[in-house]
T-cell receptor, first 112, second 110 residues
């Protein structure tokens, strides 16, 4: 049973456009929602994260929107650049050193 | 320079062989994890350890084994019982909720 569902599987965006990736979760015990960015042949790197007590968090061009009642959260990449082309994973975790549960990833391609 | 070091970067295994992937961290994190990544499958949890000398099976533990004798080290052995071991293997460690990943080991069966 997949606990975090991510969409779309792949995304093509024009340079300067907005990239939007969505995730939905089932377990209401989750209390930390990070996004990871992965380039080919590399390990994922933490990009931005949010806790459910806030509805939005912004860091530079990256914004997480969080809807607790709908159990959904999304990543928005403003002014998308070719260097943003990577695979993005949403994840969720409940408190403590329990393992992260990952979505299946979105492959983003930003074209000039 | 703190971080997680995985070695080797590339590993080739013959049929019927056991191989061990190394993962070392100097972040002083209690918890460590092994994930397997296949195209279109995301990251699937193999094993995790929250404290030295203790570890738990993840979703796809069959054909794998681990040990956690030291806080810094969490090696993964891919045994001959793992029928489809070709994949990208990622090690991670965490303090509370924030997890950090190594650069991965790509294992190929030849």
């Amino acid at each position: 049973q997949q606990q975090v569902k991510q969409s779309p599987q792949s995304l093509i965006v024009q340079k300067g456009g907005i990239s939007i990736i969505n995730c939905a979760y089932e377990n209401t015990a989750f209390d930390y929602f990070p996004w990871y960015q992965q380039f080919p042949g590399k390990g994922p790197a933490l990009l931005i994260a949010i806790r459910p007590d806030v509805s939005e968090k912004k860091e530079g061009r990256f914004t997480i929107s969080f809807n607790k009642s709908a159990k959904q959260f999304s990543l928005h990449i403003m002014d998308s650049q070719p260097g943003d082309s990577a695979t993005y994973f949403c994840a969720a975790i409940s408190s403590g050193n329990t393992p992260l549960v990952f979505g299946k990833g979105t492959r983003l391609s930003v074209i000039a | 320079d703190g971080g997680i070091t995985q070695s080797p970067k590339y590993l080739f295994r013959k049929e019927g062989q056991n191989v061990t992937l190394s993962c070392e961290q100097n972040l002083n994190h209690d918890a460590m994890y092994w994930y397997r990544q296949d195209p279109g499958q995301g990251l699937r949890l193999i094993y995790y350890s929250q404290i030295v000398n203790d570890f738990q099976k993840g979703d796809i533990a069959e054909g794998y084994s681990v040990s956690r004798e030291k806080k810094e080290s969490f090696p993964l052995t891919v045994t001959s019982a793992q029928k489809n071991p070709t994949a990208f293997y990622l090690c991670a460690s965490s303090l509370y909720s924030e997890a950090f990943f190594g650069q991965g080991t790509r294992l190929t069966v030849v």
